[in-house]
Each structure stands twice: as C-alpha cells, then as structure tokens.
C-alpha cells in the first residue's frame, strides 16, 4: 500500500529540516520571532488574496491567519483541517483548488478595475 500524501508530505517536511544545518535552523527561528511586515498589508489593498493556513500549524498559528484575513477585505482564508505548517505538501488538492478560485477571483477583479479603451473610431 502506498503511503498517503500526508506521511509523504511529512517525511519530506522531516528530511528538509535534519539535513538544515543547526546553526542555520536557529537563525531562522529567531528571525522569525522578530519578523513583522504588518506594515505592507495596506500595498495589498483590495485586490483578491488568498491566506492558506493549517488549523494544526504551530509555525504560524492560524490566529495569525485569521487576524490577517481580517486586515484584507478581499481575501479569502483557507484554514485546512488538520493541516500543520506545509499546507501545499500535506493537502496538494486543497492548495489547488484554492489557487484555482483565486485565480478566477483575480481575474473577475482585473476586468472591473482595468481602464477599458473604446478602439471604435479610434
């Protein structure tokens, strides 16, 4: 039996973060403690978004998520049950389907906010 996408998701996960050096691995978490880009929410105004989290990550907590969502008044936040920190390799087809709704969102979006050019008798 195959194992599932999950277990594949999670050893991937696994070997990616042993073969990191330590070193590097703290670095990072400490980098992370401190990093806040709360100040660029505003550049994304009110164009479609899409916060995709897992309601089990203990990275980012999915309270980062929700407050985030709150912030964006055309986002979408995707809270994948049970889903940990790599959302994209635990739940490919979630991650998918959700990009494919973006998508369709981005575009609707982009033909009610663009400038339209009358080329008749142009």
């Known amino acids: 039996m195959a194992p599932s996408s999950g277990l594949r998701a999670a050893a991937t996960s696994y070997e990616m973060v042993h073969a990191t050096p330590i070193a590097t691995v703290a670095a990072f978490l400490r980098d992370l403690r401190l990093y806040d880009a709360s100040a660029a929410v505003g550049a994304l105004g009110r164009i479609p978004v899409s916060i995709m989290c897992g309601t089990r990550d203990r990275v980012t907590p999915i309270l980062h998520s929700q ?3 709150a912030l964006l008044p055309n986002a979408e936040l995707v809270a994948v049950a049970g889903g940990r920190h790599m959302v994209g390799l635990e739940q490919p087809q979630v991650v998918g389907e959700a990009l494919d709704r973006l998508l369709v969102r981005a575009q609707t979006y982009h033909r009610e ?8 008798g142009a």
């Open 67 to 69: 407050q985030l969502a």
């Open 113 to 120: 906010h663009s400038p339209t050019t009358d080329l008749v």
